[in-house]
């Protein structure tokens, strides 16, 4: 028996529910191991299979989904008579209601959303494409380590024509601020804070705001998608603005710049892992 191993295949972007924190943006990166026999090529599995057939498995399946724990008592998962998805669901933070079509969750038969309940999920997808000389898949998902501040932010961008479109998904992201070319590490963490397990409103996609509640929804090429959730757990980008990280990059350095004194402004936003924008003012 023979272990092929693949580290940062690739990297799972989502949101998921939490009766604690309500809805929270995440990125888990994803090795994975395949304990087998060789095959006729004197390999368990070729690495271009892997990339081609085990990594769009889980890029098509829950990356870029809302992942809802199934068997957590104060949820309501209902299909809806057009074929959506609708999910009602308590927290310490408030009630959250997403309705969607239903390619954009992953509906989890667990209490909640761990690591290890969705590795649980994933091996029976991936056991089912993998050749027979296959014994074993080992999946392990684990964060990027950070050396600073981070957020988890949820967002929705209507215009995209890939998964991005869903209303309800997110990142683990890290920030970069410099002023006149220093790490400013206290304003770094600040907006961190500010964007703690937030989600980043554009204007456009408010329906209905009471001043407690905020009511999302908009039609993207995969259907109608609606939100509502705690007016207290979202960060309103502008009035057009799409929540992309060229948006937030900007805007943080719009906002920082308004208040540095004439210093020279650089974002690094990311967007999840290894990926982000840039922007600088002046």
């Known amino acids: 028996m023979t272990t092929l191993f693949v580290e940062q295949l690739t990297v799972i972007d989502f949101s998921y529910l939490c009766p604690v924190r309500g809805l929270v943006g995440e990125s888990w990166i994803v ?17 271009g299979a892997v990339k081609k057939q085990l990594k769009r498995a889980i890029d098509d399946g829950p990356d ?3 992942i809802v724990p199934l068997h957590y008592p104060a949820q309501q998962t209902t299909m809806l008579d057009d074929g959506r998805v609708r999910t009602l669901f ?11 079509p239903a390619a954009a969750l992953t ?40 050396e600073g501040a ?37 304003l770094e963490t600040r907006w961190a804070e ?14 209905a705001d009471d001043g407690e509640r905020l009511s999302l929804a908009y039609t993207a ?25 060229e948006e937030i990059s900007e805007h943080l350095a719009s906002q920082i710049a308004a208040q540095s004194n004439g210093q020279a402004v650089e974002v690094r936003a990311y967007e999840g892992v290894m990926k982000g924008a840039l922007a600088r003012r002046p």
């Open 31 to 47: 090795d994975l191991e395949l304990d087998g026999a060789l095959d006729e090529q004197s390999m368990v599995l070729d690495f």
């Open 90 to 100: 308590m927290s310490q933070v408030g009630s959250i209601e997403h309705i969607a």
């Open 64 to 66: 870029h989904t809302l």
């Open 107 to 146: 509906l989890l038969d667990a209490p909640a959303v761990t690591p290890e309940a969705l590795v649980a999920h994933l091996i029976p997808q991936l056991a089912a494409i993998v050749p027979a000389n296959v014994a074993r898949i080992g999946i392990t998902l684990r964060h990027e380590r950070i």
């Open 221 to 245: 090429p995969e259907g109608r998608f609606e939100l509502s959730l705690p007016k207290a757990r979202s960060y309103l980008l502008g009035s057009n603005t799409d929540s992309t990280v």
């Open 150 to 186: 981070s957020y988890h932010y949820t967002h929705g961008l209507q215009k995209h024509q890939g998964n991005c479109q869903r209303i309800a998904h997110g990142h683990r992201s890290r920030i970069a601020i410099l002023l006149d070319g220093q790490r400013d590490a206290a």
């Open 194 to 207: 500010t964007f703690r397990d937030i989600y980043l409103v554009t204007g456009d996609h408010v329906v």
